[in-house]
């Protein structure tokens, strides 16, 4: 059974920092791309950083360009999301994904991806 498991989550001040993680069971990591979404309260679930299964195309969303970084330590199974110089406008419950390195492309959709996290919530305040 694949099952991710998100932490990091948590109530920040707008221009602080967080670092969300996400840790894979059921599968090795290091065959499989990752997505980071999320979605805030009234909105569709968006795309916001994403990388290769080896880590070497890493593309994010234009509203967190320069502030957010993704990364990964497959010998921990687990996938990251640095977050920077947070904005209310941040705020959202965010999902980790993964998909199988053969399906992978950068313009994937959130609903092509095979498995995700519970989500968690990050909120930022003005």
């Known amino acids: 059974q694949v099952q991710l498991v998100e932490s990091g989550g948590r109530l920040v001040q707008a221009g602080g920092s967080l670092r969300l993680s996400c840790e894979v069971f059921?599968?090795?990591?290091?065959?499989?791309?990752m997505g980071w979404f999320r979605r805030a309260p009234g909105k569709e679930r968006e795309f916001v950083a994403g990388?290769?299964?080896?880590?070497?195309?890493?593309h994010y969303a234009d509203s967190v360009k320069g502030r957010f970084t993704v990364s990964r330590d497959n010998t921990k199974n687990t996938v990251y999301l640095q977050m920077n110089s947070l904005k209310p406008e941040d705020t959202a419950v965010y999902y980790c994904?993964?998909?199988?390195?053969?399906?992978?492309?950068?313009?994937?959709?959130?609903?092509?991806?095979?498995?995700w996290g519970q989500g968690t919530q990050v909120t930022v305040s003005s």
């Open positions: 059921g599968r090795a990591l290091s065959s499989y791309a």
């Open positions: 994904a993964i998909v199988h390195r053969t399906f992978w492309r950068t313009d994937m959709s959130a609903g092509e991806y095979e498995y």
């Open positions: 990388d290769s299964w080896n880590g070497g195309i890493p």
